[in-house]
């Protein structure tokens, strides 16, 4: 089945310590997402990808990276993570279809800084 | 920046009762997206609608989209422990992709 993969589902790190979230895709979605969510609360998009093109949100903060090396992967690095950036971080794909944009969401990397 | 305001944010209820969930904005959507969420997973789609004043069903849960196309609503009949989770409401502005999400909300249905 077509789908959105993320790796790993969890993650923990240290405070400070560099990490890097993967997802990937088969969909063949031109477009690509990176969204923060903390508990119970709405996705917060970071930065999404329409094909190569970087698209950064004003609000995001340097610490937060990110890497599309082909279509079908995409790459989060946080620099130097804080207690304050574990959360969920989920990855998503879209593409065009009459003008609109359905986004399919993959299952999420849950983030613990320690 | 245009806002999608959902109500309510919390809703528990008992099973087999109906309820109700609402999207507005005073802007206009080209599409608007509904997706339900389990804890520790992804959002999943559930509908897209795109239509001023369309109505989409899918088994025990109907969709409506506004006829000018700024709100939209989510029934549920005869709730289930089984629709337990977060409903997020999303937009399409034309803006390449990028989707406006509301604030969430978070139902709890009791056996």
């Known amino acids: 089945d077509a789908m959105v993969i993320q790796n790993p589902r969890y993650q923990v790190t240290q405070f400070g310590k560099p990490v890097t979230l993967s997802c990937s895709q088969t969909l063949n979605h031109n477009v690509m997402y990176w969204y923060q969510q903390k508990s119970s609360q709405a996705p917060k998009l970071l930065f999404h990808?329409?094909?190569?093109?970087?698209?950064n949100e004003a609000d995001t903060p340097d610490n937060f990276q990110s890497r599309r090396p082909n279509t079908s992967f995409c790459f989060l690095d946080i620099r130097s993570p804080g207690l304050g950036d574990a959360a969920m971080y989920l990855c998503?794909?879209?593409?065009?279809?009459?003008?609109?944009?359905?986004?399919?969401f993959g299952p999420g990397t849950r983030l613990t800084v320690t | 920046t245009q806002l999608l305001e959902q109500s309510p944010q919390f809703l528990s209820i008992q099973e087999g009762e109906n309820l109700t969930v609402y999207c507005n904005s005073s802007?206009?959507?080209?599409?608007l997206q509904w997706y339900r969420q389990e804890p520790g997973e992804g959002p999943v789609l559930l509908v897209t609608?795109?239509?001023?004043?369309e109505v989409k069903k899918l088994k025990r849960l109907t969709f409506q989209f506004g006829d000018a196309r700024k709100d939209s609503s989510l029934h549920i009949t005869a709730a289930q422990p089984g629709d337990t989770g977060l409903y997020l409401c999303a937009g399409d502005d034309n803006q390449g992709g990028k989707l406006i999400f509301g604030q969430g909300t978070e139902l709890s249905v009791k056996p």
């Open positions: 609608v795109v239509t001023g004043g």
């Open positions: 990808y329409y094909d190569k093109d970087f698209n």
């Open positions: 998503a794909t879209s593409r065009e279809l009459a003008g609109n944009y359905e986004q399919y």
């Open positions: 802007s206009v959507f080209s599409s």
